[in-house]
């Protein structure tokens, strides 16, 4: 492992972003052209290197424990890293350096894109530091700089829906992070300490009386972010109005890390497994919800949204139920949902860069322009909707095993029919894109540029290897279900000896 | 954005070196008396756009301009991290003291307490200006 | 040290704090400018920044600033002073706030000049 590899892997990000502009001015002074754009590349790409770094030692069975500026934990701030948590850094890594990759090309007719490349990387810090840090008030920050690059990312382009959208999902937003600081002062209040092994550790004898409330305003300002029905309404018109390569970034990496954030203060902090049963049920409610919505829409990235939310569903289903399988399940559904929702967001992107335009009703018959785009859409389509060979059947067959072995059939029976919907829609979308009768204006249509293919092949390559090889994706997983699962090996590695 | 009038100017132009000076006091004291870094950027960058209410935003485009607070913020953000990694390099961990403690109550003291301030109190000045001059063009509607 | 707190003592500052915090969500929520609605969410991180202050009061403390004769005496000082903690907490909450302000005037300023109005309820095309 690289030394101090924890707290580089956060400051990376960060000191590229602080440099990106004086790189941008510095670039057009000399005229070199793509300048910031290697500089990006190279900086995520460090990233990516440094958190592989740390798998070796983690999945050993060891937890990191980074003290930041010497100072013992419960007074200062430390940084504790176990499989959970480098299992998200893995994803986040890994989303971003295929992301930048893709954004080299797709970017390149806007404008501003100092800021672009500065709010991607500032994003990405964010991200990072949620995954790692050990304190929840710097949770709490990380968490903020995340959401705060995220309302920028969303008005890019600054046209009328990006504006709308980013408006109204600024203003849900805000208030969830605000009843998480509610939440974080009413935990100092009853414990007194803000590291989250410390408080898992006071809060035992506490009655429950007292911590409902920050429980109900941590889950409610978690669920905001994550887009738990009934507080989704943000997430379509936000992921429709930005640019596609943010979107993938979102749908990917802030997406885990909302579901990350959720399960370390649900399950650690408060040790509430018992409130399993809300998420499952609420889990049920959002896949189905989303399932619906999407078989409506005419806009192929307001589906892809309304799918979004519909996965976010199976993943809380299978963390709910709360057993070994259910968990191990909707932690390997949380990894493929990465991998295959980035890759149909970047097709979508690559769809409009060369077309113009998403609108199902306004494309068709671009199988003959696009073929090697159109085969990797099918790819995707087929592993989102859980069908053999890819790793989508993968996981959501753990959960519908784990929804049987809990005692609920009924839950198995609605994510089936709910993976038929989802097999439906993209069907249809797949039929109005890449199948039919092609409009005449569509008839110059090039192929995907290659650097844009590039990410979206390896991560059509990932989805096939993991579908045909399940095992490597349970033993990829099953280090942080492990963490999950046993709260205690967390505390005493934090406190204790460290 | 024009100026205003010539009594506005001239108090302006009098208490600038005041307010600017109270600015720096607060961010150098930030280990002894309460502020640091964040209050007393703020005051730095509400004295300078004190001045620029004033005299209106053409002339102090050519002492202050975008380009200079630019540069400023990432200068300050990047002189906390390379002070974090001070503590990196030569000690154990990151924003680890390596810097001599000194007396309590001296005003050199404190390790890097007071060095961390001053990038924060630069980055934080730059930034709100920064801020403030980006609302200034979305409000005359030029693109930047 | 802070020990756990029995009960809920119900100060007079707690509860203009939460007053503070449902008057800022009245405003977030039930107004028609996007203006007063950056100010409701203004207003709602403030009652709980003060909230958050409150917390750290110790009856009959002192200021956490060292100064004069408490110099010779810091033992004596850490059992007095207010708890710190949380006024640090503050001042970082408090400058994350500035930056979402900042963000979101910027918001209203371009939704203004594409919709030609600042109510909320007419911004609204993004229906499907």
């Known amino acids: ?498 | 954005m024009a100026g205003m009038t010539v009594i506005v100017r001239t108090i302006a132009r009098l208490l600038f070196p005041f307010t600017f000076l109270f600015g720096a006091y607060i961010v150098l004291h930030g280990h002894l008396t309460p502020g640091g870094g964040f209050p007393g950027g703020v005051i730095i960058a509400a004295s300078v756009v004190m001045l620029i209410l004033a005299y209106g935003i053409e002339q102090a485009q050519k002492r202050v301009g975008f380009l200079h607070a630019e540069i400023l913020e990432s200068v300050g953000g990047m002189a906390i991290v390379v002070l974090g990694l001070f503590g990196l390099l030569l000690g154990i961990s990151f924003l680890q003291n390596v810097f001599p403690l000194g007396e309590l109550g001296q005003l050199f003291s404190a390790g890097n307490l007071p060095l961390l301030y001053l990038g924060v109190g630069v980055k934080v000045a730059a930034g709100i200006l920064l801020i403030f001059y980006a609302l200034l063009y979305t409000f005359r509607g030029d693109e930047e | 040290m802070c020990e756990i707190h029995r009960g809920v003592k119900l100060d007079f500052i707690y509860i203009i704090a939460m007053m503070l915090v449902a008057l800022g969500l009245y405003c977030l929520l039930l107004k028609r400018n996007l203006i007063k609605m950056v100010i409701g969410l203004a207003v709602l991180t403030d009652g709980i920044h003060l909230f958050l202050i409150s917390l750290g009061y110790r009856a009959g403390g002192v200021a956490a600033i060292v100064s004069g004769d408490w110099f010779s005496d810091l033992p004596g000082f850490a059992a007095r002073a207010v708890d710190p903690v949380p006024q640090a907490l503050v001042l970082t909450s408090i400058v994350i706030n500035i930056c979402i302000l900042a963000l979101a005037l910027s918001l209203a300023i371009y939704a203004y000049r594409h919709y030609g109005t600042l109510d909320p309820s007419k911004i609204r095309r993004l229906k499907e």
Not at chain 1, 228 to 253: N, R, T
Not at chain 1, 362 to 378: A, D, H, I, Q, R
Not at chain 1, 379 to 389: C, D, F, N, Q, R
């Open chain 1, 1 to 498: 492992m690289i030394p101090h590899a924890p707290i580089l892997a956060i400051l990376i990000p960060l000191f590229a972003a602080f440099l990106m502009p004086v790189v941008g001015i510095f670039a057009r002074w000399k005229g070199l052209k793509r300048a910031r754009e290697w500089f990006a590349i190279a900086a995520v790409l460090v990233e990516f290197a440094i958190v592989v770094s740390m798998l070796p030692a983690v999945w050993g069975g060891q937890v990191l424990v980074y003290q930041l500026g010497g100072w013992q934990p419960p007074w200062g701030i430390n940084l504790a890293i176990d499989g959970l948590n480098l299992l998200v850094a893995l994803i986040v890594a890994g989303i971003g350096t295929l992301v930048m990759i893709y954004s080299f090309v797709y970017m390149e007719r806007d404008t501003g894109l100092d800021q672009y490349y500065t709010l991607f990387l500032l994003i990405l810090a964010g991200m990072m530091g949620v995954a790692l840090t050990g304190d929840i008030f710097n949770l709490y920050v990380f968490f903020e700089i995340m959401c705060i690059s995220s309302y920028a990312l969303v008005a890019f382009r600054r046209n009328w829906q990006s504006i709308e959208a980013s408006i109204k999902y600024m203003i849900v937003s805000s208030l969830g992070t605000s009843f998480i600081l509610l939440g974080v002062a009413l935990l100092y209040g009853l414990a007194g300490s803000l590291n989250i092994a410390d408080l898992a550790q006071k809060l035992g004898p506490v009655a429950s009386s007292a911590v409902i409330v920050p429980l109900a305003l941590f889950v409610t300002g978690f669920g905001i972010k994550i887009a738990m029905v009934p507080l989704h309404m943000w997430l379509p018109d936000a992921y429709q109005a930005a640019p596609s390569a943010v979107a993938a970034l979102f749908s990917g990496a802030t997406a885990t890390v909302g579901i990350y954030a959720m399960m370390r203060v649900v399950y650690t902090l408060f040790g509430a497994l018992a409130i399993g049963i809300m998420f499952a049920t609420l889990g049920l409610v959002t896949m189905v919800l989303g399932a619906f919505m999407a078989l409506v829409q005419r806009d192929l990235k307001r589906l892809l949204a309304y799918s979004c939310i519909s996965q976010i569903g199976y993943i809380l289903l299978g963390i709910g139920l709360g057993t070994t399988l259910g968990i191990q399940g909707g932690l390997f559904h949380l990894f493929n949902n990465a991998i295959y929702k980035t890759m149909l967001f970047m097709i979508v992107g690559a769809i409009i860069y060369r077309v113009g335009t998403s609108n199902m009703d306004e494309l068709g018959g671009l199988w003959k322009n696009m073929p090697v785009t159109g085969t990797l859409f099918v790819v995707g389509a087929l592993a989102i909707s859980g069908v053999p060979p890819f790793n989508g059947f993968a996981s959501k067959w753990t959960i519908y095993v784990a929804g049987i072995e809990a005692g609920q059939p009924v839950f198995t029976i609605i994510a089936l029919i709910t993976s038929a919907l989802t097999l439906a829609y993209f069907l249809k979308a797949l039929n109005s894109i890449f199948l039919g009768q092609r409009p005449a204006h569509l008839k110059d249509v090039k192929e995907t540029p290659r650097s844009m293919l590039l990410p979206i092949i390896l991560l059509a390559v990932l989805c096939v290897v993991f579908g045909v090889l399940p095992q490597l994706g349970i033993d990829l997983v099953r280090p942080a279900q492990e963490a999950l699962m046993n709260s205690s090996g967390y505390i005493s590695a934090v406190l204790g000896g460290a």
